[in-house]
Nanobody
Framework: QVQVTESGGGSVQTGGSLNLSCVVTGYRGNCMGWFRQAPGKGREGVAAIATARGVQYYADSVKGRFTISRDNDKNAVYLHMNSLEPEDTAMYYC????????????????????????WGRGTQVTVSS
């Protein structure tokens, strides 16, 4: 059984930082990454990383502020978020799949849960002004 478990998140003020972590058990895909969904909006790509070579992909809205990394031994992916803005407020979801995940995250695409194989339950990030 595949499990995707996120941790981290929380509440910060504008300009603050937060770290998210995600561990996947039961599945090793070519790509792991993060999507987010704000109230009333679709689930959009944020960042992803190719597990084999560590190539990173970022949506334009987070480039230069967020950094994604992975630990293949733990089958884990991390998201370090700097210079947070109120617009970053959302539920953040970890996902694991093939390369299509990396493509969608890089484009900041809006996806449905059925578009990717495995999802976590999400962790809330709230940025106040």
């Amino acid at each position: 059984q595949v499990q995707v478990t996120e941790s981290g998140g929380g509440s910060v003020q504008t300009g603050g930082s937060l770290n998210l972590s995600c561990v996947v058990t039961g599945y090793r895909g070519n790509c792991m990454g993060w999507f987010r969904q704000a109230p009333g909006k679709g689930r959009e790509g944020v960042a992803a990383i190719a597990t084999a070579r560590g190539v990173q992909y970022y949506a334009d809205s987070v480039k230069g502020r967020f950094t994604i990394s992975r630990d293949n031994d733990k089958n884990a992916v991390y998201l370090h978020m700097n210079s947070l803005e109120p617009e970053d407020t959302a539920m953040y979801y970890c996902a694991a799949d093939g390369h299509i995940l990396c493509v969608q995250a890089a484009a900041g695409s809006t996806v449905r849960s059925s578009d990717l194989q495995y999802w976590g339950r999400g962790t809330q990030v709230t940025v106040s002004s």
